[in-house]
């Protein structure tokens, strides 16, 4: 399959997708499709890892893309997104 930009109408569980979020990207894998029919919001796996600096930690999101090292799951809005298709699950 080649890499192409698809409309959030066309995402498939399964498909691992790139986003872009402020000045950095996402590679996400789709776990779960809106239950809503209008819906845009996706549950989502990724890689979180938790930075600090003495008294101060947050959590930062990581461009991994080995989908075995996704170690968070959370919901993301892909409305009003360009949604870069990497690779699509074959599932028949």
Known sequence: MEQKLIEVS???????????????LKYLKVLRI?????????KVSLRRD???NG?????FNMFEQDVAQH?????????????????RENNN
Do not use: C
Not at 34 to 42: A, L, N, Q, S
Not at 55 to 59: A, D
Not at 71 to 87: G, W
């Open 10 to 24: 066309e995402v498939m569980v399964g498909d691992e997708l790139i986003i872009s979020a402020h000045s950095q």
């Open 34 to 42: 809106p239950v809503k029919k209008d819906g845009t919001r996706f």
């Open 50 to 52: 938790q930075r600090g």
């Open 55 to 59: 008294n101060w930690s947050w959590l």
């Open 71 to 87: 170690n968070s799951i959370m919901y993301q809005d892909l409305s009003e997104r360009d949604v870069f298709l990497i690779k």
